[in-house]
């Protein structure tokens, strides 16, 4: 199975149609959030209609809460605090982030965090587990010049995971491994950053850029 995962459009879709083409054929799309930037909630809509393959979205800190309600109504699955299986893989996610200094519009708790991982790995877990995630977890693909800036709740279940896709930081685009866990933040579509997930008996990540 083949996906390509995209996050941090901030509204911006100037380079979806050019990472479809890098990409080629893909058995869906992977969305770690931040579709619009701060709104409206619906402009989500224009983004989730380019693609005619299924489309597993979270919301990131920077979209408005009432996105869920945009991706409940729309073609894509809304995998926020839920689960989805394609083959063998059980795909979980979690939208918006630990909190941050700027008090964007979805942020979450560090408990909130922790108690929905647990919920969805004691219902949803399976033989292969990929954690779709807006925020990366405390010290993977998470880094600023001030330090480590990604969840500690997440951190404590990364390795429940094959794969975690992450975005919200920007400047840590990239492939990093927690153990046996692979941590990929496709970086920003905005700019033409993308990611080619190839999930077989192993697990292999390509970063692309148009």
Do not use: W
């Not at 911006?12 to 054929?25: F, I, P």
């Not at 701060?38 to 800190?61: C, H, Q, S, T, Y």
């Not at 807006?134 to 480590?148: Q, R, T």
């Not at 491994?177 to 496709?186: D, E, L, S």
């Amino acid at each position: 199975m083949k996906y390509l995962a995209l996050s941090d459009l901030h509204g911006d879709y100037s380079k979806v149609e050019a990472l479809q083409q890098c990409a080629g054929e893909v058995d869906a799309v992977l969305i770690t959030g931040d579709i619009t930037n701060f709104g409206p909630a619906g402009k989500a809509l224009e983004f989730i209609n380019m693609f005619d393959v299924p489309v597993l979205a979270v919301p990131g800190n920077c979209d408005p809460v009432d996105i869920l309600e945009v991706l409940d109504d729309s073609k894509a699955i809304n995998l926020h605090k839920s689960c989805h299986t394609i083959g063998d893989v059980n795909f979980m996610g979690l939208g918006g982030s630990n909190a941050t200094p700027f008090d964007t519009p979805f942020e979450l708790t560090d408990k909130d965090i922790e108690q929905s991982l647990e919920k969805l790995l004691d219902e949803c877990s399976g033989i292969r587990n990929v954690l779709i995630s807006h925020a990366p977890p405390y010290g993977y693909s998470d880094e600023l010049p001030v330090g480590h800036v990604g969840s500690q709740a997440i951190a404590k279940f990364v390795n429940s995971f094959a794969l975690v896709v992450c975005g919200h930081i920007h400047e840590a685009r990239g492939i990093t491994k927690a153990g046996n866990t692979i941590v990929v933040n496709p970086g920003e579509a905005s700019k033409g950053y993308g990611a080619l997930i190839t999930m077989n008996d192993d697990v292999s990540v390509e970063l692309i850029e148009v």
